[in-house]
């Protein structure tokens, strides 16, 4: 069964180690990807472009026309790690961002090397609100109906706030549930989205202080592949 997140992407490949260059091309080519890098076909990008890079000989005019091509463009070129590449493909979830005054960029000589020619890696807000966009369009497709019509959470005046946290709790805890990384973005989201509304002040007031729960009982102190969302 094909991977669907790398089938008739287009995936930019440069460098060596930790494995070998040509492994990791011929786990693109298997999975229906298409291979372009520092190997004659660099003219070709696309929006949110991925490139995995080695951590050695790397080809540094292929990622700086990388960042050129995203300026030029108007997007950032996604940028991984051949390890991480590795545990996306295993793993089919996406690594955890490389983020501004992330010391995974400082480990890497590929990341340092975009860092050092000008790539501006996103700040935390700006991947916090890209998610929450993202997830956001998730949930108008499942996440509210679910999370409201099966596990019975809402933020009513009416509705008790033991209430609003067992339902909480059964949808990130139980194995059929939403998981704790898709309701906190949802519940972020929908802060951000009514943020200016007066009317929905008292909505706002139960739905931080729900992901203040989430993350005081369900997020600290545990691992976990991504940043909690942070409301304001």
């Known amino acids: 069964m094909k991977r669907k997140f790398i089938e008739n992407k287009i995936i930019g490949v440069t ?14 080519e298997l999975e229906g990807g298409v291979v372009k890098g520092d190997n004659g076909y660099n003219h070709i990008w696309e929006e949110q472009q991925v490139i995995v890079i080695g951590t050695n000989d790397f080809d540094k005019e292929y990622l700086q026309r990388s960042i050129e091509a995203g300026i030029e463009l108007n997007f950032r070129c996604q940028y991984m790690t051949q390890e991480d590449f590795w545990f ?8 955890v961002p490389y983020l501004k005054s992330d010391s995974r960029i400082d ?3 590929g990341l340092k090397f975009l860092a050092s020619v000008g790539f501006e ?3 935390v807000k700006e991947s916090l609100e890209n998610e929450s966009e993202n997830l956001y369009d998730f949930g ?3 996440l509210e109906h679910e999370l409201k019509s099966v596990f ?10 033991n209430e609003r946290r067992k339902a909480l709790k059964k949808a990130v805890c139980e194995k059929t549930g939403l998981g704790l990384r898709e309701v ?10 009514n943020g200016r509304n007066k009317k929905m002040e008292n909505a706002i007031k139960n739905w931080k202080s729900d992901l203040d729960w ?5 997020y600290d102190n545990t691992i976990h592949s991504f940043r909690f969302p942070e409301h304001f």
Do not use: C, M, S
């Open 214 to 218: 989430l993350r005081e009982n369900h």
């Open 121 to 123: 890696f996103p700040t």
């Open 15 to 28: 460098g060596y180690e930790p494995y070998d260059n040509l492994a990791i091309q011929r786990i693109i």
């Open 152 to 161: 019975g959470y809402n933020v009513q005046k009416k509705t008790l706030v």
């Open 107 to 109: 480990e890497h000589e």
């Open 140 to 142: 108008e497709r499942r």
């Open 184 to 193: 906190a973005f949802h519940i972020f989201g929908r802060i951000g989205e």
């Open 88 to 95: 996306w493909w295993l793993d089919e979830e996406e690594p």
